[in-house]
Structures are given as structure tokens and as C-alpha cells.
């Protein structure tokens, strides 16, 4: 993801910048590879680059903090042990951020599993207000908006306020009964545009659920290009803001007043922001279809949660 990330630097960033490169210490040989390609690629806005195996250097005085570094799965590992060795990463990257970062840094956290990752590092960085910690799954949201659009025979950009609800993971539910579809001149519900009320109730959502799966199967290798895009995305809106009467989605910290969502999880929901703060988009309907699908998402994460912050403890 990294190395995709930078060669979309130039299309992402606007002010100039300096990136401090985290690795584990047996990667920083690797790291300087990196670096060097950096430098080939003469970025215009790109005015130093600090590799290093030290959080105390890599927090340091940060705005943006993107965590892409989580612990992958390994042949035998069990689930626990891998959310062990996770919480243990994020536990200890969000207490150094509490230390070093400004507090007004916003974090965004890439690794899985993502949303409960995010979780942890803002629980570890108490002194970092919760809304300034998300995760992504705006990959999810590009996806199910380019399906939609791949069926209509429009580009991605007609199409607009797909939702993802939930965890990035396949209980995640892509919802497109507030999705507008821009076709001949004309905006219509993504129902009418699409006419296939089976398939945006089954395949389409399938699809998108699956969709990690399904490029990892192909590719041998994880979603690097699209989950490097969807990043600047991510970033991109939070600092600019979102276009006007559209929305995107990103998991954020639910307080329990959104959408009957239960607190203290880190959920994705529809957003709009401006000036650096998001909102929940609210007063959405929510059909008994789509209610058992967010709950069942919902259900997932505080299973996850649960045994997660038991560990923080230990
Ligand atoms: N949320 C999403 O939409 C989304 C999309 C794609 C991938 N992902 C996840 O993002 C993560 C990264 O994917 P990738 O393809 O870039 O993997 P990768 O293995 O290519 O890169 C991960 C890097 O993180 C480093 N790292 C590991 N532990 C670290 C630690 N404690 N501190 C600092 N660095 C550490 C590794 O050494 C490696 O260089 C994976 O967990 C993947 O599942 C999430
Ligand atoms: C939530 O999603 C992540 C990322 O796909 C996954 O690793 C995790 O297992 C999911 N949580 C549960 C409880 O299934
Ligand atoms: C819809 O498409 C037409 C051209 O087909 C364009 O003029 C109009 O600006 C589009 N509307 C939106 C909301 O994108
Ligand atoms: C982050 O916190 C600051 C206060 O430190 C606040 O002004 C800002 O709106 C928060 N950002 C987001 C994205 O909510």
C-alpha cells in the first residue's frame, strides 16, 4: 500500500510535506528502498523524508498520522492470538501519539482488522479527542460505487451517497437506497437507474462484501492501488471537506445517539465534513433490510471489541 500511496502523492497532497517513515527494525534495510524511489520521483511538494524504527521520532509533532503497519495473519495462527498481537501494536502506537503528536492530529488507521485497530489507538491516546481517529473503508465505498456505476454505463463520478455501514470486513453492508445515479441528464434513486431491485439486493452486495477476497485471489497479493487511492481519498475530505450535498463513509466513533448504532465502537457511517470536522448525515430512512444488516455488522465489532480491550488491560 505505501509504495502506491507515494506515487499518488503528487495527486493528493496540496501543501508540502514531510513524511516520517515507520517500520519494525529488520524492515529498514527495505525502508531505504523506499526512500530512494521517493527521491527519484521528484515530488514538488515533498520537502523531507525521515525513515526510522523509533516511535518517538515517527509521532513526533505529527498532523496526519496514517497506520498501515498491522500484524498479518500467519498459516496457524489463531484469531486470538492475532488480535493480541494487534492490540499490542496499536496500544502502543496510540500511546505514543498521545505523547508526541499534536492533539489535534488526525489518525487514520488502514491495518486490520481495521476498525477495531482504530478502537485501541484512540483509547491508548486519551488526550487526542476520539473524533480525530478513523478507519477506512472508503476502499468499500469506491468499490460499491463503481459497481454501480459499471452497471449503469456511467463514470464513477454520476454516481453519489452509497453508504458502507459497519465493519471493513464481509458483514460490512453497502447500502444504495440514498444512492443517486445521474443518467441522461437526469438524477434518479439508484433503484430506478439500475432496474434490478435482485441484483442490489444480492450480487451487488455480495459483490463489494467479497470484493477484498476476490482481488487477493487474482492478484496473489492484497488491494495495494485502490486501498493507496482510497487513502487520499480519506485524507483528502477531512481536509478539504466534502463536496456539497455529498456524502462518503468512514469508520469514526459511535457515542450511541446515531442510527440505534451501540457506543463505543468504531463503525462506518454516511459523513460530511467541513472545515476539518465531520457530522453524521442523519435522518436517513432505514428499511427493515437494511436495519438487520447494520445490526449484524454491529453485532461482529462488539464481539471483537470486547475481547480486544481485555487485552489492553493485560
Ligand atoms: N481498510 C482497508 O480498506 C484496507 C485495504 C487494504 C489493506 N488493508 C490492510 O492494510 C494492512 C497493510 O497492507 P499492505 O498490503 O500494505 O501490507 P504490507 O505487508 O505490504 O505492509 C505492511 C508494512 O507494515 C510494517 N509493519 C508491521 N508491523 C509494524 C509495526 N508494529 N510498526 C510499524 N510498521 C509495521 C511491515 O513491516 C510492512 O512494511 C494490512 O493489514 C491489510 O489487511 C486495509
Ligand atoms: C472485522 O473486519 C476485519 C477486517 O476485514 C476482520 O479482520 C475482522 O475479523 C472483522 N471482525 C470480526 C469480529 O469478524
Ligand atoms: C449530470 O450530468 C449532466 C450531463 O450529463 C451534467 O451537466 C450535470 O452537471 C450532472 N449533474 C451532477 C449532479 O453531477
Ligand atoms: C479534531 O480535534 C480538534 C480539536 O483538537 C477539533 O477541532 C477537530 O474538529 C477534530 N477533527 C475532526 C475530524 O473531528
Same mark, same amino acid.
Given at each position: 500500500?505505501?509504495?502506491?500511496?507515494?506515487?499518488?502523492?503528487?495527486?493528493?497532497?496540496?501543501?508540502?510535506? !514531510?513524511?516520517?517513515?515507520?517500520?519494525?527494525?529488520?524492515?529498514?534495510?527495505?525502508?531505504?528502498?523506499?526512500?530512494?524511489?521517493?527521491?527519484?520521483?521528484?515530488?514538488?511538494?515533498?520537502?523531507?523524508?525521515?525513515?526510522?524504527?523509533?516511535?518517538?521520532?515517527?509521532?513526533?509533532?505529527?498532523?496526519?498520522?496514517?497506520?498501515?503497519?498491522?500484524?498479518? $495473519?500467519?498459516?496457524?495462527?489463531?484469531?486470538?492470538?492475532?488480535?493480541?498481537?494487534?492490540? @499490542?501494536?496499536?496500544?502502543?502506537?496510540?500511546?505514543?501519539?498521545?505523547?508526541?503528536?499534536?492533539?489535534?492530529?488526525?489518525?487514520?488507521?488502514?491495518?486490520?482488522?481495521?476498525?477495531?485497530?482504530?478502537?485501541?489507538?484512540?483509547?491508548?491516546?486519551?488526550?487526542?479527542?476520539?473524533?480525530?481517529?478513523?478507519?477506512?473503508? +472508503?476502499?468499500?465505498? @469506491?468499490?460499491? $460505487?463503481?459497481?454501480?456505476?459499471?452497471?449503469?454505463?456511467?463514470?464513477?463520478?454520476?454516481?453519489? @451517497?452509497? !453508504? !458502507?455501514?459497519?465493519?471493513?470486513?464481509?458483514?460490512?453492508?453497502?447500502?444504495?437506497?440514498?444512492?443517486?445515479? @445521474?443518467?441522461?441528464?437526469?438524477?434518479?434513486?439508484?433503484?430506478?437507474?439500475?432496474?434490478?431491485?435482485?441484483?442490489?439486493?444480492?450480487?451487488?452486495?455480495?459483490?463489494?462484501?467479497?470484493?477484498?477476497?476476490?482481488?487477493?485471489?487474482? $492478484?496473489?497479493?492484497?488491494?495495494?492501488?485502490?486501498?493507496?487511492?482510497?487513502?487520499?481519498?480519506?485524507?483528502?475530505?477531512?481536509?478539504?471537506?466534502?463536496?456539497?450535498?455529498?456524502?462518503?463513509?468512514?469508520?469514526?466513533?459511535?457515542?450511541?445517539?446515531?442510527?440505534?448504532?451501540?457506543?463505543?465502537?468504531?463503525?462506518?457511517?454516511?459523513?460530511? !465534513?467541513?472545515?476539518?470536522?465531520?457530522?453524521?448525515?442523519?435522518?436517513?430512512?432505514?428499511?427493515?433490510?437494511? +436495519?438487520?444488516?447494520?445490526?449484524?455488522?454491529?453485532?461482529?465489532?462488539?464481539?471483537? +471489541?470486547?475481547?480486544?480491550?481485555?487485552?489492553?488491560?493485560?
Amino acid at each position: 500500500i505505501c509504495s502506491s500511496f507515494f506515487s499518488l502523492l503528487k495527486r493528493c497532497t496540496w501543501l508540502p510535506i !514531510i513524511l516520517l517513515l515507520l517500520d519494525i527494525t529488520p524492515m529498514l534495510p527495505v525502508l531505504e528502498g523506499v526512500v530512494m524511489e521517493l527521491q527519484d520521483c521528484s515530488l514538488p511538494l515533498l520537502r523531507d523524508i525521515v525513515p526510522t524504527d523509533k516511535e518517538e521520532v515517527a509521532f513526533k509533532d505529527l498532523d496526519v498520522a496514517i497506520l498501515v503497519g498491522s500484524m498479518p $495473519r500467519k498459516e496457524g495462527m489463531e484469531r486470538k492470538d492475532l488480535l493480541k498481537a494487534n492490540v @499490542n501494536i496499536f496500544k502502543s502506537q496510540g500511546a505514543a501519539l498521545d505523547k508526541y503528536a499534536k492533539k489535534t492530529v488526525k489518525v487514520l488507521v488502514v491495518g486490520n482488522p481495521a476498525n477495531t485497530n482504530c478502537l485501541i489507538t484512540a483509547k491508548s491516546a486519551p488526550s487526542i479527542p476520539k473524533e480525530n481517529f478513523s478507519c477506512l473503508t +472508503r476502499l468499500d465505498h @469506491n468499490r460499491a $460505487r463503481s459497481q454501480v456505476a459499471i452497471r449503469c454505463g456511467v463514470p464513477a463520478t454520476q454516481v453519489t @451517497n452509497v !453508504i !458502507i455501514w459497519g465493519n471493513h470486513s464481509s458483514t460490512q453492508y453497502p447500502d444504495v437506497h440514498h444512492c443517486k445515479v @445521474n443518467m441522461s441528464g437526469s438524477e434518479l434513486a439508484c433503484f430506478d437507474a439500475v432496474k434490478d431491485d435482485a441484483w442490489l439486493k444480492g450480487d451487488f452486495i455480495a459483490t463489494v462484501q467479497q470484493r477484498g477476497a476476490a482481488v487477493i485471489k487474482a $492478484r496473489k497479493l492484497s488491494s495495494a492501488m485502490s486501498a493507496a487511492k482510497a487513502i487520499c481519498d480519506h485524507m483528502r475530505d477531512i481536509w478539504v471537506g466534502t463536496p456539497e450535498g455529498e456524502f462518503t463513509s468512514m469508520g469514526i466513533y459511535s457515542t450511541g445517539n446515531a442510527y440505534a448504532v451501540p457506543e463505543d465502537l468504531i463503525y462506518s457511517f454516511p459523513v460530511q !465534513i467541513k472545515d476539518k470536522t465531520w457530522k453524521i448525515v442523519e435522518g436517513l430512512a432505514i428499511n427493515d433490510f437494511s +436495519r438487520s444488516k447494520m445490526d449484524a455488522t454491529a453485532a461482529e465489532l462488539m464481539e471483537e +471489541r470486547d475481547t480486544a480491550v481485555a487485552f489492553l488491560g493485560v
